[in-house]
Every structure is written in structure tokens, then in C-alpha cells.
């Protein structure tokens, strides 16, 4: 059997449109621009990649972006004072804060000095809190992509079994709790899972997110099941350098019903979840109804 190819492109295509529509409509409506404000503090060069394709997106979708780009040595004291600012800005609605930081930088003070309606990332612990118990929250971009393509694929998830490999705060876990909201019957698999194959053939949907180059082979795959790939993983093969996931693909697309390939499939999804997290933040700050398809 050969999978459907989830295309994530095409959807995050989509994604940005929907978001665009509702930017030209809370401006001709309410004359609000929705504004996102990256912090990147250092100049690592994969962060600077994103952050430019974050700030590229934002202002294609018609919103304001705010860049704000530190020098690795900026004080923790600065850093927060800088997110105390933005999070007094009425103009700035979303404010992301590029990991990884500095080592001198406390991660968690500072994503936790985020106002938590600003934190389009979804790592304030408010969030968390508020995800974990089923409440209105902002939903982390990288697991509410992988949902969205979920849901636009099967309908509904209710009574599926999945299967989400790893349990870190920014991918894992959190996919686990939208996976759970959505009645899934979720298993969390990591590094001291025993018997992992076995864990993973009783899954109607897997999702990858390890970090490690092709670990899943086909033949832990059910026939037929969904496989989201959430892994980046750079390698060189024959001479070249090539981007993969964390299932080698060729053999779980024999056995899978559907597949996210990589490049294309859940790394689009996931700026793509940041534009519409910021929008959705505008709404939530100035009492307007939500996108629909948006959210969680
Ligand atoms: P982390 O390193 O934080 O977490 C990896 C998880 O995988 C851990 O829970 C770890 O278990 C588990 N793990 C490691 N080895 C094994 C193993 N042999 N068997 C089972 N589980 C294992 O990674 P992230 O969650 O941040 O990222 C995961 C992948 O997703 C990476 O490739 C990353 O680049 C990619 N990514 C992609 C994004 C996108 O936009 N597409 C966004 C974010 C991440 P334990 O906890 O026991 O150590």
C-alpha cells in the first residue's frame, strides 16, 4: 500500500491565507494591525534563519513585525526588561523569544516573563497549566500543526490509538494533551520505553518527534495508520547534506495509510501556527470573536 502524503506545504499555504483574511478583516473592521515582536538574543545561525523566515511571513500576512536582535552578552535584567516593554505595547499582541538563549539567560524566567495571552509560543507555564486541564490557551505551534493536519485528514480523532515518541515541553508533551483533548487513547513514548517497536505497531496514529535520523523503520508502522513526522534532522549521504525525519520514510510509506514527508510536511505547519496563534491573540486581546480553524 502505498501512503497519502500529507502535504504540508499546501497546507500551511492555506493556513497563512485564513490568517490573512482575518488580518484584512480586523483592519478594514476595527482598524487593528496584529503585531508579533521575535526576541533573538545571541546569533546562532539556524535561529537566524528562523527568525527571518518568522518576520518574512509575518509581514506577508499583513501584520506588523517587530524584530528585536540582542548581542550574546545582553544582561538577564535587560533581556526582561525588554519583555516588560513589549508586554506593555497595546501594538504588539505576540511575543516570541528564540530558543535556544545564551547560557547565562534562564530559560524558564524568562519565557515566564511573558505575559501569558502574548506567549504565541505556548511555553509559558500558564499555558501549560491551562492546556493540561482543557482550558482556552496558546497552544504550542509545532503540536497544534501536526493536529491540524490530523483533523483535516480524518474528520474526527475520537477513539484512535496514538502513539507520540518523545516527551520534551516544546513537541511531546504537549501533543499528547491536544491528542487527549481530541479522545485519542494516548500512549507517551521516550528513551526508556521498553519494547518501543511493539508500543508503536498498536498505533492508528504516530507521531516522531526523537531527533534522531530515520529511527522509526516501516515495520513498526500498522498497516494503514497515520504517521507525523516532526523530526529535522540534517545528515550527509552520498557526498550531500540532506534534510530527514525521525521515520525513514520510503519503508513507513509502504505500510502507512498517510505519511508527512520532510522537508514539507510538519516544519510549513509550524510558522504557519505562529501567524495564527498572533492573530488569535489579537482577537482574545480586543474582545472579537475568534478565527474559526485556528486554534485548538
Ligand atoms: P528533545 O531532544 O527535547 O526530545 C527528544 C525526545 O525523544 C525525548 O523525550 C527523548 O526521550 C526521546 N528519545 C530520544 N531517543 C529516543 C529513543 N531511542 N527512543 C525513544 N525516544 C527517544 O527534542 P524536541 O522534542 O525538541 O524535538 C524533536 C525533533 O523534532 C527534533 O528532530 C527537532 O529538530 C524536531 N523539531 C521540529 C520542529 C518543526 O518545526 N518541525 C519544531 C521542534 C522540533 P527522554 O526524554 O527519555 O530523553
Same mark, same amino acid.
Given at each position: 500500500m502505498a501512503a497519502n502524503i500529507i502535504d504540508g506545504k499546501a497546507f500551511a499555504a492555506t493556513v497563512r491565507e485564513k490568517v490573512a483574511g482575518h488580518v484584512t478583516r480586523l483592519k478594514e473592521e476595527h482598524d487593528i494591525t496584529p503585531g508579533l515582536a521575535v526576541v %533573538?538574543? &545571541?546569533? !546562532?545561525?539556524?535561529?537566524?534563519?528562523?527568525v527571518r523566515s518568522k518576520g518574512k511571513q509575518t509581514v506577508e500576512v499583513g501584520m506588523n513585525s517587530f524584530e528585536h536582535k540582542l548581542d550574546a552578552e545582553t544582561s538577564e535584567a535587560d533581556l526582561l526588561a525588554l519583555i516588560d516593554k513589549l508586554n506593555n505595547d497595546p501594538t504588539v499582541h505576540g511575543i516570541l523569544v528564540q530558543l535556544p538563549l545564551?547560557?547565562?539567560?534562564?530559560?524558564?524566567?524568562?519565557?515566564?516573563?511573558?505575559?501569558?495571552?502574548?506567549?504565541?509560543?505556548?511555553?509559558?507555564?500558564?499555558?501549560?497549566?491551562?492546556?493540561?486541564?482543557?482550558q482556552k490557551s496558546m497552544v504550542p505551534c509545532t503540536p497544534l500543526g501536526c493536529l491540524m493536519m490530523l483533523r483535516d485528514y480524518h474528520g474526527? %480523532?475520537? &477513539?484512535? !490509538?496514538?502513539?507520540?515518541?518523545?516527551?520534551?515541553?516544546?513537541?511531546g508533551k504537549p501533543m499528547a494533551q491536544l491528542l487527549l483533548g481530541d479522545s485519542c487513547t494516548v500512549t507517551i513514548a521516550h528513551s526508556r520505553t521498553k519494547d518501543l517497536p511493539e508500543v508503536v505497531r498498536r498505533a492508528d496514529i504516530v507521531v516522531a518527534a526523537v531527533g534522531r535520523p530515520e529511527m522509526?523503520?516501516?515495520?513498526?508502522?500498522?498497516?494503514?495508520?497515520?504517521?507525523?513526522?516532526?523530526?529535522?534532522n540534517r545528515i550527509e549521504r552520498d557526498g550531500k547534506n540532506k534534510l530527514v525525519g525521525d521515520v525513514d520514510f520510503a519503508s513507513c510509506a509502504?505500510?502507512?495509510?498517510?505519511?508527512?514527508p520532510v522537508p514539507g510536511g510538519?516544519?510549513?505547519?509550524?510558522?504557519?501556527? %505562529?501567524?495564527?496563534?498572533?492573530?488569535t491573540a489579537c482577537c482574545r486581546a480586543n474582545n472579537l470573536a475568534e478565527p474559526e480553524g485556528l486554534t485548538a
Open positions: %533573538l538574543v &545571541g546569533e !546562532d545561525p539556524a535561529s537566524q534563519v528562523y545564551p547560557k547565562h539567560l534562564d530559560e524558564d524566567l524568562v519565557i515566564n516573563s511573558i505575559a501569558p495571552e502574548k506567549d504565541v509560543d505556548g511555553f509559558h507555564i500558564s499555558n501549560v497549566g491551562l492546556l493540561g486541564t482543557g474526527s %480523532l475520537s &477513539g484512535m !490509538d496514538a502513539v507520540v515518541i518523545g516527551r520534551s515541553n516544546i513537541v522509526v523503520p516501516g515495520d513498526w508502522i500498522k498497516e494503514g495508520a497515520t504517521v507525523i513526522d516532526v523530526g529535522i509502504e505500510r502507512a495509510g498517510a505519511i508527512t510538519v516544519g510549513p505547519m509550524t510558522i504557519a501556527c %505562529l501567524l495564527a496563534n498572533t492573530v
